[in-house]
């Protein structure tokens, strides 16, 4: 790792004095997904850079190097940064000239509103949204601007010490009280950022002695699953039920789904930001449906009318009330079923159930009108019966429409004939 350190490079190796997240990622699953590998050695030579990827790739690194693999880290010239990959290696090796520390944040603005007047150029900002050209550079910083990106210079600081005391084993009032301040060689081993002083060029044997020795020297403390997840419980709850989560639970929801969110930086988001504005509750209409009386007893049919587009309670109520209950009493089946008159004619009462728009007192006379309980059905009896069961079965789908005079005598006719 040498030079500055930004997001995305490209590519798995430094050039042009920058190395990329991304790359020293791809180098490390690599070393990972090789059985071979005993250990892993950091190589830093950089004084930092970006903020943005560090920490995801100091996680990625400590999730990777587990207790079965070595990890030292050799800082010839690390500034900033470098300390969020402490944490997974056993052992923390700097030269005599490493320069180690500056665990700080800096923003800065540049406005050339008196280089632009002086030319005579004006320039009008034209935007939607209060916040849109914070910081732009054609005016001075407004003060209400300087202190909204104090308060995420400080976020971002709290975020950035309270990582290094994970990876190191410091409390965070110890490395924030460093100030941002840089060690040298023994003063950063004295200040807890590293371990053991050595010559660079001994940091492979040094390692390799560690391994063939198994001593992996491991003096800072090690997260277990459990621990984890109560750290990670515990920032959550924190952005939910802190403070400044009153009335903006939708935005603290969102921030304590964010990996990496302290809860001060969500403190401070949650400040800054508007109250979310009430929604008045309202019952749908398929709630209103489901909560009717007539639904009582008939829920299978309201679940059914309440998801039926445009389906309002007014259309739904008249339905459901002529619609019978389902504890109501024995079905139409039962109760056809159950007549003497069907007794030893329990096929055809089986078809008379099953004609839409029957009743009970049709089907008694339809059984009625047949043989006697004790003698079988002849054929010819049966044939009738069928035709007329045929000549019925389309009421259902005519909706009950009345057929015509002379068909109603030609079925009088039909069931007269049924010895």
Not at 227 to 246: D, P, S, Y
Request: net charge negative.
């Amino acid at each position: 790792m040498t030079g500055t350190l930004v997001h995305r490079l490209g590519g798995m190796r430094p050039f042009s004095g920058m190395t990329g997240y991304d790359g020293i990622v791809a180098c490390l699953q690599q070393a990972m997904a090789d059985s071979q590998v005993r250990g892993v050695l950091l190589d830093i030579d950089s004084p930092g850079g970006q903020a943005a990827g560090a920490f995801d790739c100091a996680d990625i690194f400590t999730a990777s190097v587990s207790r079965s693999r070595s990890g030292h880290c050799a800082m010839t010239r690390p500034v900033l940064q470098p300390c969020c990959w402490r944490r997974p290696c056993s052992r923390r090796l700097v030269t005599q000239t490493s320069r180690i520390g500056s665990i700080g944040v800096m923003m800065s603005h540049v406005s050339y509103a008196g280089h632009l007047a002086q030319a005579g150029v004006d320039i009008t900002l034209i935007y939607a949204g209060a916040h849109k050209v914070d910081g732009n550079q054609f005016e001075a910083l407004p003060a209400e601007v300087r202190q909204d990106m104090q308060q995420r210079v400080d976020a971002a600081h709290r975020m950035f010490a309270e990582k290094v005391a994970m990876y190191t084993g410091l409390s965070v009032d110890a490395v924030t009280g460093t100030e941002a301040a840089v060690f040298e060689g023994q003063s950063a081993i004295k200040a807890g950022l590293a371990d053991e002083l050595i010559n660079a060029s001994d940091a492979i044997s040094v390692m390799a002695a560690a391994l063939n020795t198994h001593d992996t020297g491991g003096t800072m403390p090690q997260l277990t699953a459990t621990e984890a997840a109560a750290q990670e419980n515990q920032r959550v709850m924190g952005i939910l039920t802190c403070q400044e989560a009153k009335g903006r639970e939708q935005l603290a929801t969102m921030l304590a789904g964010q990996q990496g969110m302290s809860i001060e930086q969500a403190r401070a988001i949650l400040a800054a930001a508007a109250p979310q504005q009430p929604v008045a509750s309202a019952q749908s209409e398929a709630d209103r449906i489901m909560a009717c009386e007539e639904a009582n007893g008939r829920e299978q049919l309201a679940v059914t009318l309440a998801a039926m587009p445009e389906m309002t309670v007014e259309k739904a109520r008249p339905i459901l009330a002529a619609s019978p209950q389902a504890n109501a009493g024995p079905s139409l089946r039962d109760q056809i079923m159950a007549l003497d008159e069907a007794k030893g004619a329990e096929a055809q009462a089986e078809q008379l159930a099953a004609c839409p728009g029957m009743t009970v007192e049709s089907a008694r006379a339809v059984l009625a009108a047949g043989s006697g309980k004790a003698e079988p059905v002849s054929a010819s009896t049966t044939a009738l019966f069928e035709h007329f069961m045929a000549n019925h079965s389309p009421a259902a789908v005519q909706g009950g429409v009345s057929q015509a005079s002379e068909d109603g005598d030609a079925d009088v006719k039909m069931l007269m004939a049924m010895p």
